[in-house]
């Protein structure tokens, strides 16, 4: 015990001191560091703890995408194709529907099933047809319906981040999470609203013509015209509007938000497929109006005065300056294959965080302090080594943060305070066993040596147990939560180190300077 | 400086005699849990039912009887309104609404125009009815999980009789802090589960140093009878008991009193759960190893000795 080989000493020294040398750019401000980052020669280390969003402030966003709806989408587009195919090859039918990922109709004719079948085979790839009696039926096999699912995440996830990075969010973190989920943690957000009111819209654009052969009042009675449908306006009227797209918003290229008198407009530019379309759409039509459709709502329903050939124009309607921009930018980052449901949000201001910050110092410092307190009271000198080795814990938690750059949560302060409590009791642990072995007569380093030798096994079990619970927490917990599992385990991890190495180094060097014939303990 | 001895040397309480005593407590505490969980029930938060919470703060002390007025005439259904800390600051809470989650987002929005701009918004949380769900879910399941992990080792490093005490005891801790968060009717939301979860481990900590010392008597004292065991070892042990769970009340001591509104019920019970975790490994844990078969008394063959024998100067 006496001995302590000459490698564990440096290995020991060698830890403490690169702790406190990874921790030390935590304690200065953090604009200083990130300057200092480009001064300093760059084997310092200059990384801080990454704080969570409860801590800095900033929005976490939990994000599902409504897949079902690209399916239903697929579907009734089938049901189009399939209508004309069956027409074509003059194939009589009823009961023509869109069904769960699939299509299904009856034919009139016995024998024209088999015909049938082999068109609904045509129709796309990766359909199962089956029939009974006169009832065809043709699925998406479950493979292809998961791959279209999946791929439409993929896609949101895309345009998500295009959204994201236009609204000027620095660092936000978009990431997919189970099957048809998004996880967005933008920090600094101070308007989650409004990055809602972004992501809640799937801005599928079209430019289609106004039907004019009737009226709004007509279409409202009932009387809708096949290939039309009646759409809300913007301006809180109707509008009824030909089905067929006369160009897509996908074409566009570029949209800015501009002023036209004094009032704010949005600006596009198709490319130059889309710009060929529509200057031969508008060529023909002149006189006419078109509806510009934004997600099943006409925004405006200009009258064509002349041919637009240049592929570019601009969108009146009754715009603010910031609804302008933000059309503009959804326009600019491309639709959403399928709507997003905002399933769970978490904001926290920046002040709030910056109190939970100051409250969780002066948490953690007074519970230092009195825990140091109380150790000296009950353990005299051993206290004070105990002590020692309890700050040195702290900086070896925040060392690891830093290494890891794992994120400091609110609850992970938490978990930084209880283990100031639950560190020293390794050292409590083997404290006692000197207290016990020097009642029943030992010497002070046999005394000591069984106190460690002793205390080891239940050091290790009591801490290992508490870390099984820390672990299903990091597994099961979300956010903040893991970031308390976090810290519980550095700390456990950390303090198992300190206690029995750091401070035993200190007795090893005490006895051999004093040689003692009592310990006071 | 002679340190002090906080527990005094040499205590020879007779806790096997006293453990009616305990089973006592830990039976009325587990009877009223399971009564409260009937009724009145457990406050569950938004984490878990689906709702809205905000936190906002004021330019100026915030007329709360306006205030609630003006927000329950939204038609949002019941809305509470807690004033904490300063009265410039107020704690909404908006019940989860009828319908899917266009509903909540819409009813944040509608709080957030009535407010207006004036407020500084410190905090906003919103849980689906889809999510909250699958958060129930997933807490029960790390709850069981820990406990059940936790058992396995303790089973695992000694033998199954302790194993099985060991379940009971954490699972008795577990259960009574729940019964706390009824009686108080404090908020159980995920932070609730992370303090269950936590006591789980503290409450096992204790427990394992009593084991332990157990294991390390029955092999010493090989025809000592477990009543004499169990004195002794939790005798020894005192002094470390007391000592560990004092300075870890003392370290969240301050997280109790400046912890802010985020983490109080997690300190409330990881308080709670130290004194019920450090009552019940000596009086549950240790207790129950006397109903349970005899443990097999493994360990080197050693002469035949009596606690009350002369200390044995070996190591």
Sequence with gaps: ?521 | MKPLRLVPENTAIDFVRLRFFGFIVSGLLILGTAIGLMSPGLNLGIDFKGGILIEARAPEPIDVGGLRTQLNGLGLGEVQLQQFGEPNDILIRVQRQEGDEAAQNAAVALVRETLGTTYEYRRVELVGPRVGGELMQQGIIATLLAVAAIAAYVAFRFEWQFGVSALIATFHDVFVTVGLFIVLQLEFDLTAVAALLTLAGYSINDTVVVFDRMREQMRKYKSADMKTIINLSVNQTLGRTILTSGTTLLAILPLLLYGGSALHNFTIALFWGILVGTFSSVYVAAALLLYMPPIRRGGEEKAERQPGDAPSTSP
């Design chain 1, 1 to 521: 015990m006496v001995y302590f080989a000459k490698w564990k000493v440096i290995l020991v020294v060698a830890l403490c001191l690169l702790s406190l040398v990874y921790a030390a750019p935590n304690l200065m401000n953090r604009a200083e560091v990130e300057q200092w980052g480009q001064d300093l020669p760059s084997w310092l280390p200059t990384r801080t703890v990454n704080l969570g969003l409860d801590l800095q402030g900033g929005s976490h966003l939990l994000l599902e995408v409504e897949t079902d709806v690209v399916i239903q989408e697929r579907m009734n587009a089938l049901v189009d194709s399939a209508r004309t195919e069956l027409r074509e090859a003059r194939i009589g039918y009823t009961d023509l529907g869109a069904e769960r990922a699939g299509i299904a109709f009856t034919v009139r004719d016995q024998a024209d099933v088999e015909r049938a079948v082999s068109l609904a085979r045509g129709l796309e790839t990766d359909l199962q047809v089956e029939t009974s009696g006169n009832r065809v039926v043709a699925t998406l096999t479950e493979a292809a319906e998961a791959a279209r699912r999946s791929a439409a995440v993929e896609q949101s996830i895309e345009i998500v981040r295009r959204r994201i990075d236009e609204t000027g969010t620095r660092e936000p973190s978009i990431q997919r999470q189970g099957a048809e989920r998004i996880l967005l943690q933008l920090p600094g957000v101070d308007d989650p609203e409004r990055v809602k009111r972004l992501l809640g819209q799937t801005a599928k654009m079209t430019f289609r013509f106004v039907d004019d052969t009737t009226t709004v009042a007509e279409a409202q009675a009932g009387r809708i015209p096949p290939g039309s449908e009646l759409l809300p306006s913007r301006d809180g009227g109707f509008e009824v509007v030909r089905k067929r797209v006369m160009v897509s918003g996908d074409t566009l290229v570029d949209s800015q938000p501009s002023f036209q008198d004094g009032r704010p407009v949005v600006s596009f530019r198709f490319d130059s497929l889309g710009a060929r379309r529509f200057g031969e759409a508008t060529r023909d039509n002149v006189g006419k109006r078109f509806a510009i459709v934004l997600d099943n709502e006409v925004i405006s329903a200009p009258v064509i005065n002349e041919p637009i050939l240049g592929g570019s124009g601009i969108i009146q309607g009754g715009f603010t300056t910031q609804s302008a921009n933000d059309l503009a930018l959804l326009l600019r980052a491309g639709a959403l294959p399928a709507p997003l449901t905002v399933l769970e949000e978490r904001t926290v201001g920046p002040g709030l965080g910056a109190d939970s910050i100051a409250a969780g110092q002066i948490a953690a410092l007074v519970g230092l302090a009195l825990v140091i307190v109380f150790m000296t009271i009950s353990y005299g000198l051993f206290g004070l080594f105990a002590n020692v080795a309890l700050v040195f814990n702290i900086t070896f938690i925040f060392a690891a943060l830093s290494i890891l750059q794992a994120t400091l949560t609110l609850p992970g302060i938490a978990g930084i305070v209880l283990t100031i409590g639950m560190a020293v009791d390794a050292n409590v642990l083997i404290f006692e066993r000197i207290r016990e072995e020097l009642k029943i007569g030992r010497t002070p380093i046999a005394a000591i040596d069984a106190g460690y030798n002793r205390a080891l096994t239940t050091i290790i079990d009591s801490n290992l147990t508490t870390l099984i619970a820390a672990l299903l927490l990091f597994m099961f917990g979300s956010g903040p939560i893991k970031g308390f599992a976090v810290t519980l385990s550095i700390g456990i991890v950390a303090s198992m180190f300190t206690a029995i190495m750091v401070t035993r180094l200190m007795v090893v060097v005490w006895l051999r300077r004093t040689r003692p014939k009592t310990v006071p303990i």
